[in-house]
């Protein structure tokens, strides 16, 4: 019972964080008209200081089974889950095209960053959070790809920009960097700082996130009851059957102890946030990526930590 409470605790703590961005922007203190500079500010400064400051220096991350392996393993984890998405969806009861593209898309990423890495750092060990990066590799490729063309209908032009983001430039700059022993050539002043900005980047993040969903939830809660099946498939893809699949595999595939145990942690997390943005970019079916990504948020209080405790005995 004690492992549950210390599972349970950070997942309680990154949840009272996004609701204090909720509450900051029904109290307009938050108002939306900052938003997109201080989303720029975490994505290109903040986040990328924390992924250079997590990657460079971490010996985890200086074998090929870690950092090759890591975004390959989830590449191939986000075809799974869009592919289980797809199947759903008709399951779903959703019946046009774009409906069914929306579903998959929505269902086929976790919320691998905000919600994640928080949680890693402070269950598991320093170098974790690196490994975590590693991984996110694999999911910022798909996000921009996959992800984005599913969305916007399959069209080759949508998302392949967005690929050469400034977190993916950080983390393949930060993952050769590691290879040299940077951390002894460059002044400690230079590290202390990155280290003070990435501290920064999940509370801004985290923050942003509960403003995203006040806005959502203004006329989106409902949805979620007028389309009980597609919430209850929703649940069943992305907290039920992923979280087996990919707690299965962190369990039986030959990988280092360390990323199992982002394997676990990253199985029990829920679809991106993100995703509505895009779909919203992108012409996608909205109210389908609204309730998708509701009922696994709300749903994951119970969820979550359920999923890492289980997972975490399971690799024992």
């Given at each position: ?278 779909t919203q970019h992108y012409g996608g079916h909205v109210p389908t990526a609204l309730r998708v990504v509701l009922i696994g948020t709300v749903a994951g209080l119970v969820t979550i930590p359920l999923w890492i405790h289980f997972g975490l005995l399971w690799l024992r």
């Amino acid at each position: 019972m004690r492992d549950y409470y210390a599972v349970l605790a950070p997942v309680l703590t990154v949840f009272l964080v996004i609701g204090s961005g909720l509450v900051m922007r029904r109290l307009r203190v938050l108002r939306r008209e900052g938003d997109r500079t201080i989303f720029r500010l975490v994505v290109n400064l903040l986040y990328p200081c924390l992924i250079l400051d997590s990657i460079i220096g971490n010996p985890a991350l200086r074998h090929a089974d870690v950092s090759l392996s890591a975004p390959l393993l989830c590449v191939a984890l986000v075809l799974v889950a869009v592919g289980l998405g797809w199947l759903l969806s008709r399951a779903a009861g959703l019946k046009y095209n774009v409906e069914r593209r929306t579903f998959a898309a929505t269902t086929g990423i976790n919320n691998y960053g905000y919600f994640a890495i928080p949680v890693i750092a402070a269950l598991l060990q320093p170098e974790a959070v690196g490994v975590c990066f590693a991984y996110n590799m694999g999911s910022e490729i798909c996000l921009w790809t996959l992800i984005a063309w599913l969305i916007g209908g399959g069209s080759p032009s949508a998302g392949w920009r967005g690929i050469l983001n400034a977190p993916l430039i950080a983390i393949v700059s930060a993952l050769l960097l590691n290879l040299l022993p940077a951390r002894e050539y460059v002044p400690g002043f230079v590290w202390d700082t990155l280290a003070l900005l990435g501290q920064c980047a999940i509370p801004c993040g985290l923050l942003m996130v509960g403003a995203s969903f006040s806005d959502f939830t203004v006329n989106g809660v409902g949805e979620l009851f007028r389309a009980r099946r597609v919430s209850a498939t929703a649940l069943l893809a992305r907290s039920l059957l992923m979280p087996l699949i990919i707690i299965a595999a962190a369990k039986f595939l030959p990988l280092p102890l360390m990323l199992k145990q982002v394997l676990v942690v990253q199985a029990a997390m829920p679809a991106a946030t993100f995703t509505v943005v895009m779909t919203q970019h992108y012409g996608g079916h909205v109210p389908t990526a609204l309730r998708v990504v509701l009922i696994g948020t709300v749903a994951g209080l119970v969820t979550i930590p359920l999923w890492i405790h289980f997972g975490l005995l399971w690799l024992r």
